[in-house]
């Protein structure tokens, strides 16, 4: 039956899947859902040409189909080309700020490259469920080619409209299309399965017109200028009703079906007279944003950019720069586990305990692949080295000075130099026992004893000499040998031993020695240890049991275990290192304390130890004690009585020249349903927060705008740093953070303790964001470990000196052992690429297409230039992100 007169207003139904890779179950038991989805999806589109279906934005739902289904990839491809089956544009839909930039941009690259080839890919930057989007998406998409958006999560209540433009800091805007009432599920209750019984079919063809208008009605006030209204007909693992085509023709004209990007194709590109927001969108006031993901399994963050360093800064430069083959497929695959596990319910945290192993496994492999090629390129330049010498890289493009910690032959004191005679101070950190085994044994067992030689190789250690000396057999070994030895001449000397035996292993005198060099710009340099010892210009010093000096900054342990930085002139910053410790009733998607909460934040008692005393580094430990709840208490919303005593260890450690002090915060978590923050007094009250992450400085307000459901707490994220009121904190990986104290306190989440995925009662959230489902390792029980640094500067807000000072702390030199003959002279310096300018900052340097390609960005409100080494320039406008073609360099 034709039914007319539902609505005079026009309807795009989009009908469409919102496909969660992994999250309440893994991986592979959502992919058989799939495949069964999309083969029902796929059939109805052959058999019924006014079919259309939008798969989720992501490409991934379509490879990991075809992995399954690869006779099917022609079929699919038809449908793609015929526009009626709409892919990509991303490889998968990301977590916008728990992974970095330059994934963002590599995701997109894969996506559009993917579905291109299948036929087409839709260019719309479609973000239906991010948990809020960053800032520079807007720019990320415009330099891509795509010119819609379309998001739910995180608009401000002043968007009142449908669309809106959304301009990234360096001034690019994008129409962006609003999904409001109900998001991409907007219209997934308008139509219903029809049914058969035994009188036919039934479904709901009297409740539809009704559904339509009301939709409808709703939908208008989003767009009072008139136009079609966009209805996304769709949910999480859902296919589309059966019979949706004949639902539709039945509506009348006024309604049809079309792909996303068939709608956006009707919409104006042009962003004149739209309410324009600038930034990142991260508003709690039409919908969920779900802040406690950035805290949720906190070692999967860290996991993250651990590996997201290795790959993007320190594999692909040495693969570009310095090796004469192609180690692109070991590259790419990193690369795909990265984007893959940066979706919004991987990275995130909030799946399940089986989801979560999975993740950590595939950023373990990209980290191990990165890993690898790191050791490929670096064992093939150390072959040019003597066995005692150590190459250094400089993973960043700037010339720098940084700290190495090497193992070095030597019995005395020793200085490295490289091959333009330059010679830096060592520091001994550690002396390594010379005597490996001394035991006694009856002959008989001598030749089970000589089973222990390897080739040459005892211990871990090559055989240089050996000596027979009474019924004393005694081996002397070295990292390398290059003497003649052959295991045979031993056994023969033995041959007719009797009685007791002693066998001595002695090894040549080795030590740990760390020493700061200075590095070219993506460059190598070469050391060996010398005999002799030299000044350090600028030393830091231990003076006594609780200061540490270095003549830029003076640290301070205080009586409770926190400490007091004092820089230069300026004033001294007291209490700093202070650990709060608070109930967590909530889930992975918000923190909840209890309504009888109980805060822990004084030690039952504090030690200090000596760790190291100068020149080059000097560090204590600082050991407090607490005594903290053992568990929550759901019944009664409270802690429990039980507690555990749990020694909380914070390294204070403080570098020659460096203008920031490091810390490493360690403990064994033992107890659930808790949060454990850092708080860091501030120099200045703060009315602000100034965090680096995704291409951007984003300044952030102590408040957020709430309005939905959700109690908008003010934590926030950051990736190399976070700073306030004169104090900047340097991270490894992205933090939870929070400015309290009405602006005095910077506060640091170490870790957050939760025991499901979503709990239906969850007093910062209305509304369930997923199944209770229990999940006792998001408990984060056994040891906890946090590594930052804390700097002191000077200004309104952070400028170039914290931009380097990240740069610096977050990617150390990295150092590879030489291999060739003693008798090899160190290589001469070589350098790579070097890029300046105030405020510019690499993300990414790889080889593509026989070229080099250097991305860089300026993070700074203001417009300046990057110099690349050959003269190269480009200016680049505030916060705008440059993509340069250079050309090959030759690794010889």
Not at 638 to 651: I, K, N, Y
Not at 791 to 808: D, R
């Amino acid at each position: 039956m034709r039914m007319t007169g539902a609505t005079e207003t026009s309807i795009v139904v989009v009908p469409h899947t919102h496909w969660d890779r992994e999250w309440y179950l893994p991986f592979q038991r959502f992919r058989l859902r799939l495949v069964a989805l999309l083969d029902e999806v796929i059939d109805r589109m052959e058999a019924d040409p006014r079919q259309h279906f939008t798969l989720d934005g992501q490409m991934a739902a379509v490879d990991d189909y075809l992995e399954i289904r690869p006779e099917r990839r022609e079929r699919v491809a038809a449908l793609v080309r015929e526009g009626r089956l709409a892919v990509g544009p991303w490889q998968i839909l990301h977590d916008e700020f728990l992974c970095s930039g330059e994934n963002i941009i590599r995701n997109l690259e894969l996506g559009l490259r993917r579905a291109e080839e299948l036929g087409a890919a839709m260019r719309v930057g479609y973000l239906p469920d991010q948990f809020g989007h960053c800032a520079q998406t807007p720019q990320i998409l415009r330099l891509a080619g795509i010119e819609h958006a379309c998001v739910w999560r995180g608009v401000p209540a002043a968007v009142r409209t449908h669309a809106f433009a959304w301009e990234s800091p360096d001034g690019t805007a994008i129409r962006t299309e609003y999904l409001p009432e109900g998001g991409y599920g907007n219209a997934a209750s308008m139509f219903e399965e029809a049914r058969q019984n035994g009188n036919g079919r039934v479904g709901d063809a009297g409740l539809l017109p009704g559904r339509v208008a009301d939709f409808a009605e709703r939908m208008r006030a989003w767009r009072p200028e008139g136009g079609p209204l966009l209805a996304m007909y769709g949910s999480d693992h859902t296919a589309p009703a059966s019979d949706l085509a004949d639902q539709i023709d039945g509506l009348g004209g006024g309604t049809r079906l079309d792909t996303l990007a068939g709608y956006m194709a009707t919409q104006d590109t042009s962003t004149e007279g739209l309410p324009r927001v600038r930034g990142e969108l991260r508003s709690h006031a039409r919908a969920n944003i779900l802040p406690g993901v950035i805290s949720a399994r906190a070692h999967l963050k860290q996991a993250m950019s651990r590996a997201e360093r290795l790959v993007e800064r320190y594999a692909e430069p040495l693969d570009a720069l310095w090796w004469d083959g192609s180690a692109a497929s070991f590259l790419d695959m990193a690369w795909r586990r990265l984007i893959e596990v940066s979706c919004h319910d991987s990275v995130t945290g909030c799946g399940s305990d089986e989801t979560a192993e999975q993740v950590a496994a595939r950023m373990a492999e990209a980290e191990q692949l990165g890993r690898a090629v790191c050791d490929l390129v670096t064992a093939g330049l150390a072959a040019a080295l003597p066995f005692d010498g150590h190459l250094v890289f400089n993973p960043t493009p700037a010339r720098r000075t940084g700290m190495v910690v090497l193992d070095v032959a030597a019995e005395g004191e020793v200085v490295l130099e490289d091959a333009e005679g330059r010679t830096y101070p060592t520091q001994t950190l550690e002396v390594a026992a010379t005597t490996l085994d001394d035991a006694v044994h009856p002959a008989s067992n001598l030749p089970m004893v000589l089973n222990r030689v390897f080739g040459r190789s005892l211990f871990g250690q090559d055989i240089r000499d050996w000596t027979v000396s009474g019924r004393t057999l005694t081996f002397f070994v070295t990292q390398r040998a290059e003497t003649h030895f052959d295991i045979a001449d031993v056994r023969e000397a033995v041959r007719d031993a009797e009685g007791e035996w002693r066998v001595v292993t002695i090894a040549d005198p080795r030590r740990t020695v760390a020493a700061q060099v200075e590095a070219p710009p993506l460059g190598v340099v070469s050391v060996r240890s010398v005999p002799g010892t030299s000044a350090v210009e600028r030393p830091v010093r231990a003076e006594g049991d609780d200061v540490l000096d270095n003549g830029l900054l003076r640290v301070q342990i205080a009586e409770d275990g926190t400490f007091s930085i004092r820089a230069g002139g300026r004033q001294v910053m007291e209490g700093l290192g202070r650990v709060m410790e608070g109930g967590d009733l909530g889930d992975t998607y918000n923190y909840a304390p209890p309504r009888l909460d109980r805060l822990v934040d004084i030690p039952e008692s504090v030690e200090v130890r000596a760790v190291s005393a100068g020149p080059l580094v000097a560090a204590f430990d600082v050991v407090r004690t607490y005594r903290w709840p053992a568990n929550g208490d759901l019944v009664d919303d409270a802690r429990s009585d039980a507690e555990e005593t749990v020694p909380v260890v914070m390294r204070v450690e403080l570098r020659a020249g460096e203008p920031f002090v490091r810390l490493r915060v360690s403990f064994d978590n033992r107890c659930e349903d808790h949060r454990v923050r850092l708080h860091l007094p501030l120099p200045v009250q703060a009315s602000s927060s100034f965090a680096e992450g995704q291409f951007a400085i984003v300044e952030r307000g102590l408040e957020s705008e709430g309005g939905c459901g959700e109690v908008p707490v003010p934590t926030f994220p950051a990736s190399a740093f976070v700073a306030a009121g004169g104090l900047a904190a340097l991270l490894e990986h992205v933090t939870e953070y929070e400015v309290t104290g009405d602006g005095r306190e910077l506060a640091l989440t170490l870790v957050r303790s939760i025991g499901y995925l979503s709990r239906h009662h969850n007093a910062n959230r209305d509304q369930p964001a997923g199944p209770e489902l229990p999940t006792p390792k998001a408990q984060c029980r056994g040891e906890r470990v946090m590594e930052l640094a804390i700097m002191p500067y000077a200004g309104a807000q952070p400028g170039q000196e914290v931009l380097t000072a990240a740069e610096s702390f977050r990617h150390d030199l990295l150092t590879a052992a030489g291999y060739g003959p003693s008798s090899t002279p160190l290589p001469p310096v070589r350098h790579g690429i070097e890029v300046s300018g105030e405020g510019v900052v690499m993300s990414s340097l790889r080889e593509r297409e026989g070229e080099l390609e250097l991305r860089v960005l300026a993070e700074q409100p203001h417009p300046t230039t990057a110099t690349i080494t050959g003269g190269l320039t480009k200016a680049l406008r505030a916060w705008e992100i440059a993509t340069l073609r250079l050309p090959p360099r030759n690794p010889g």
